[in-house]
């Protein structure tokens, strides 16, 4: 009678809308309930590769354009766009790693935005709007590269970025070839002087950050890192790890600095 109960109530509470296999792996989008801000259920669509979740959406109008999971406004991606606001007017951004878009609604209207994406099943789901809507919303000045990132990067002038977001290890299978020494040293050729690279380094089986620790005392870049737990119970709003570089540690300054967050050397 429990398992019969428990399997009810999990069939109630998630239902798969989709999935598909491809070479990279089993992609699935599922529907579940949450409680919103007021106790009252609301219904949320989120995007899966295996068991690793790779973004979320709620789908009430109200909330449909705020970022979520690693990507939450109180979180490390967050904290970066607002305290850079000053600046970031006519960045152009770079980010590796789709899933299900929600990194475009901090897009600004004169901002440029770059998404690359390996695998192009990611891509169809994160734009048709039955499943998610961040990027018919929000990813109006976003044009898409099909493809490997970093062969693709190399085709990109040099000096083009404001902004590079590196979102592509939080499976177990994580694509090595994107954190070598040579890889940072491509990034950097491709941002700005004064540019960001940003590591999202969530991830259950690997300690990421030891890795980029160790490049960035290498190349002789600087480096900040943000473990982040949020101080209270917030809706899709998770524990998440990001690493932010520049080439000069006063371009970090306002991170270092910051009171939405703890950045760490």
């Keep these: 009678a429990l398992i019969a109960f428990t399997m009810a109530l999990h069939g109630l509470m998630s239902n798969t809308l989709y999935q598909e296999r491809t070479f990279f792996g089993v992609l699935s989008v599922r529907e579940s309930v949450i409680m919103d801000e007021q106790g009252h259920p609301e219904k949320v669509h989120e995007l899966f590769h295996g068991t690793t979740k790779h973004g979320a959406q709620r789908l009430s109008a109200e909330n449909s354009r705020t970022p979520l999971t690693y990507y939450s406004v109180p979180g490390p991606m967050g904290q970066l766009f607002k305290e850079y606001d000053g600046v970031s007017q006519n960045w152009n951004v770079g980010v590796v790693g789709l899933g299900a878009g929600a990194l475009t609604c901090y897009a600004k209207e004169g901002q440029t935005w770059t998404q690359y994406e390996i695998d192009p099943l990611v891509v169809a789901i994160a734009s048709d709007p039955k499943y ?23 085709k990109e002038p040099d000096a083009k970025f404001d902004l590079l977001v ?20 491509l990034y950097f050729k491709k941002l700005k002087p004064s540019g960001l690279l940003a590591f999202h380094i969530t991830n259950r089986h690997l300690a990421i950050k030891r890795v980029l620790a160790d490049h960035a005392k290498n190349l002789h870049f600087d480096g900040l890192l943000q473990e982040f737990k949020p101080k209270q119970e917030m809706p899709l709003v998770v524990d998440t790890d990001w690493v932010v570089m520049a080439k000069d540690s006063t371009t970090l300054e306002p991170l270092r600095v910051s009171s939405l967050g703890n950045w760490q050397k």
Excluded: I, W
């Design 166 to 185: 590196l979102d592509a290890f939080s499976s177990d299978s994580v694509p090595t070839h994107l954190l070598t020494q040579e890889a940072l040293a």
């Design 132 to 154: 998610f809507t961040y990027l018919s919303q929000c990813g109006k000045n976003t044009t898409m590269r099909v493809g490997d990132a970093r062969l693709s990067l190399d």
